[in-house]
């Protein structure tokens, strides 16, 4: 019989390194070895690691990062790496656990773990946990960059100046990205700035760029829908004769379109469902050759999309 995953990552991460070490490999030159549990965190490194870095990823495209449970072959990526970076804020669930239950045997930084608070959005109304979904704003993932250049200069410092200018390069890009699409985003009419997605994911978008977001399921896809959310959503999708609302590519979208049939049958109101090739990139980057393989794709597609969908 094969045992279930999760058994499997109680066994293949709850003990000691493979290679019979406590610790992470020494580092003795480059390429550092540097796995990421996120393609959104990947990006950044190798962004700023260039040639120095070889980088490898545990949740592929499409994965969401919430309910993520760890193969067997994550222990040995993991315990290879010179170097791990994790989103942090609690996104990556139980794996998030792990990292700080484990501080010596990987070095792992949280990229996002050390974003003033003050910058940040709690999860809930009620407060406590910060909402880690802090990309959607382009000048808060600035802080995660800087992270990663940090993280890899204090393990290499030879590679410093390179990891340097390489994110000095990177951040500058982010400004004219961040322009961009405020331009971009300026021309969706006041009444229509309403982004409604199957999670919680774009809180900094919304905060930065002016829109009012709503989810169907609360910050973690780890949350159940209850009856009463669904009929709240659908009674504001009626109310302001939303035109669309948007699927996201880690997340399955048979909620949101129960929600639609409700608004159809009790409002009388049609709402387009954008997915398919048009679905919001929200916690994973897309595939190689896909408009969302890196992160100012994946911001471009999203806002383009967004665009198209809401202006008149
Ligand atoms: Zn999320």
Not at 158 to 166: E, H, K, L, Q
């Amino acid at each position: 019989m094969i045992p279930h995953r999760c058994v499997l990552a109680c066994l293949v991460l709850g003990s000691v390194g493979c290679n019979g070490r406590d610790g992470p490999p020494a580092f003795d030159g480059p390429p550092v070895r540097v796995t990421c549990t996120t393609t959104i965190v990947a990006d950044a490194v190798q962004r700023v690691g260039g040639d120095r870095v070889r980088v490898d990823t545990l949740m592929g495209p499409g994965v969401d990062p919430h309910k993520y449970i760890p193969f067997p072959s994550d222990r040995r990526k993991l315990d290879d790496a010179h170097l791990v970076f994790y989103s942090g804020l609690h996104l990556e669930g139980k794996m998030a656990d792990l990292f700080e239950k484990n501080k010596d045997r990987w070095r792992a930084h949280a990229v996002a773990g050390g974003i003033d608070p003050a910058k940040l959005l709690n999860a809930d109304a009620d407060g406590g946990e910060h909402d880690p979904h802090v990309w959607f704003d382009v000048q808060l993932w600035k802080y995660a960059v800087e992270a990663v250049r940090d993280g890899l200069a204090g393990l290499d410092p030879p590679g410093a100046d390179t990891y340097r200018a390489n994110a000095a390069a990177y951040l500058k890009e982010l400004d004219a990205l961040d322009a961009d699409i405020r331009k971009q985003l300026a021309t969706v009419p006041a009444d229509r700035r309403v982004l409604v997605t199957s999670h919680d994911a774009f809180g900094y978008f919304g905060r930065a760029y002016g829109f009012e977001v709503v989810g169907l399921q609360g910050v973690s896809t780890a949350s159940e829908v209850g009856t009463a959310r669904r009929a709240e959503l659908a009674k504001l999708l009626g109310d302001k004769r939303v035109p669309a609302v948007f699927t996201e590519t880690s997340v399955p979208d048979d909620g949101l379109k129960a929600v639609l049939d409700d608004v159809r049958k009790s409002y009388g109101h049609e709402v387009k469902l954008v997915g398919g090739d048009d679905a919001l990139y929200s916690d994973a980057l897309g595939g190689p050759g896909s408009p969302g393989a890196t992160y100012p794709g994946m911001v471009r597609h999203n806002v383009g999309v967004i665009v198209a969908a809401l202006s008149r």
